[in-house]
């Protein structure tokens, strides 16, 4: 085993004991050889999961910059109920490798909007001929002063980054894939 896994252990097992030496009388008493093997048992099974994992699987969180949710301030969708300031409408982007899908909506009452982009480096292109517009080149930008990072696009609109993920609900994101098969052109009586 690396030193690092072996540390990872060593700590997870006095964190274990000091939490079960606080809380131990909140549970049903057991003989003192059995409690202790249950928790050394208990303890060790979670962590041997993590051993053989790369610091990028462990992780639940993303690690390329593109990824996440962004405010958009140029449009106003009033989504507060999302968590989102007024005056803003919420973008989110689902990036891995290269390539990312960019989900939004630009009124209230409007469509979500799903487009597909590629990005290298600090540079992101989005052709947002898919809803409509034009083909959108945008770059990262980071101001650690102000403590806002985000994307500045070529017509001047910045969407700024949020600390946190909004994940979108099953019936969101199936939603736009379930209005693009409806306006597919039906198949002719008899051909399959």
Same mark, same amino acid.
């Given at each position: 085993?690396?030193? *690092?896994?072996?540390?990872?252990?060593?700590? *997870?097992?006095?964190?274990?004991?000091?939490?079960?030496?606080?809380?131990?009388?909140?549970? &049903?008493?057991?003989?003192?050889?059995?409690?202790?093997?249950?928790?050394?048992?208990?303890?060790?099974?979670?962590?041997?999961?993590?051993?053989?994992?790369?610091?990028?699987?462990?992780?639940?969180?993303?690690?390329?910059?593109?990824?996440?949710?962004?405010? +958009?301030?140029?449009?106003?969708?009033?989504? &507060?109920?999302?968590?989102?300031?007024?005056?803003?409408?919420?973008? !989110?982007?689902?990036?891995?490798?290269?390539?990312?899908? &960019?989900?939004?909506?630009?009124?209230?009452?409007? +469509?979500?909007?799903?487009?597909?982009?590629?990005?290298?480096?600090?540079?992101?292109?989005?052709?947002?001929?898919?809803?409509?517009?034009?083909?959108?080149?945008?770059?990262?930008?980071? !101001?650690?002063?102000?403590?806002?990072?985000?994307?500045?696009?070529?017509?001047?609109? &910045?969407?700024?980054?949020?600390?946190?993920?909004?994940?979108?609900?099953?019936?969101?994101?199936?939603?736009?894939?379930?209005?693009?098969? !409806?306006?597919?052109?039906?198949?002719?009586?008899?051909?399959?």
């Amino acid at each position: 085993m690396r030193r *690092s896994t072996r540390c990872f252990l060593a700590i *997870s097992l006095a964190v274990s004991c000091l939490t079960h030496i606080r809380l131990g009388p909140l549970f &049903v008493p057991l003989s003192c050889a059995e409690g202790r093997r249950r928790l050394l048992l208990g303890s060790v099974g979670p962590l041997l999961g993590l051993v053989g994992q790369s610091a990028q699987a462990q992780s639940s969180f993303s690690t390329e910059k593109w990824d996440g949710s962004f405010l +958009d301030t140029s449009r106003d969708c009033k989504e &507060v109920e999302l968590g989102t300031p007024e005056g803003t409408c919420l973008r !989110n982007i689902d990036a891995l490798g290269g390539y990312a899908t &960019v989900l939004g909506k630009d009124s209230p009452t409007g +469509d979500v909007w799903e487009c597909l982009a590629e990005y290298d480096g600090n540079d992101i292109q989005v052709p947002f001929k898919q809803k409509g517009g034009k083909k959108a080149t945008g770059k990262w930008f980071s !101001n650690r002063k102000l403590d806002i990072k985000g994307i500045e696009w070529d017509d001047g609109t &910045v969407w700024e980054k949020m600390e946190y993920k909004i994940i979108n609900s099953p019936n969101e994101q199936m939603d736009p894939l379930g209005k693009i098969k !409806n306006k597919a052109p039906k198949p002719a009586p008899g051909i399959q």
